[in-house]
């Protein structure tokens, strides 16, 4: 089945502890984007890379960082600089640039800071 | 920045007809779309509609588009149950990189 898969589903983090949200495409996607949703709120754009090896801050960039390794995975790490990181995140992907071509999501992962 | 609005709540009768309304401000949005997510859930993409169209309809979805007024609005017509969840408007300029979203609407569908 092609999709994007993101794990885990849910996830507690300590206050000052680095964790890493993975996210994981096999539709053969250019394109990847970070989202993060806070209730009664929009999405916001935290990362999104256009190409392997490229990345750029969307609104929210600072406390997280991002790495495009591989064309199918784009792992998104919520430093303990972030300073308010509860929240769902939602990874999502495009065939390339998103004015012509529509975003698909993942089922997000629910981070708690404890 | 680019601000994309939409009321945080809808109540409808199973069987009536839903409106989503969504209102946008900037004029060179190039595609409008709604997704849909359940609790828990990721976004699932509805429909999208090109900003040269006024309408689209795609089962018992209907999106009309009115550009000069920057409104876009979902209609669900017969509402089941299974239609509650949060519907998000999201709009994308020509040359960005990135959606922007509404806050969404939470639709309950009482039956």
């Known amino acids: 089945d092609g999709g994007i898969t993101q794990s885990p589903k849910y996830l507690f983090r300590k206050e000052g502890q680095n964790v890493t949200l993975s996210c994981e495409q096999n539709?053969?996607?250019?394109?990847m984007y970070w989202y993060r949703q806070d209730p009664g709120q929009g999405l916001r754009l935290i990362y999104y890379?256009?190409?392997?090896?490229?990345?750029q801050k969307g609104d929210i960039a600072e406390g997280y960082s991002v790495s495009r390794e591989k064309k199918e995975s784009f792992p998104l790490t919520v430093t303990s600089a972030q300073k308010n990181p509860t929240a769902f995140y939602l990874c999502?992907?495009?065939?390339?640039?998103?004015?012509?071509?529509?975003?698909?999501f993942g089922p997000g992962t629910r981070l708690t800071v404890l | 920045g680019e601000d994309v609005e939409q009321s945080l709540f809808l109540s409808v009768r199973e069987g009536d007809s839903s409106v989503i309304n969504c209102t946008y401000t900037?004029?060179?949005?190039?595609?409008l779309y709604w997704y849909k997510q359940e609790p828990g859930a990721g976004l699932q993409l509805l429909t999208y509609?090109?900003?040269?169209?006024d309408m689209k309809q795609d089962q018992r979805l209907t999106v009309l588009l009115n550009k000069k007024d920057k409104h876009l609005s979902l209609r669900i017509a017969d509402t089941q149950t299974g239609d509650s969840a949060i519907y998000f408007c999201?709009?994308?300029?020509?040359?960005?990189?990135?959606?922007?979203f509404g806050t969404g609407t939470r639709l309950t569908v009482i039956p």
């Open positions: 999502a992907s495009s065939i390339s640039t998103p004015s012509t071509d529509t975003q698909y």
């Open positions: 539709l053969n996607h250019d394109a």
């Open positions: 890379s256009q190409i392997v090896n490229d990345f």
């Open positions: 900037d004029s060179s949005s190039t595609y």
């Open positions: 509609i090109f900003s040269n169209m």
């Open positions: 999201a709009e994308i300029q020509t040359g960005a990189n990135n959606l922007f």
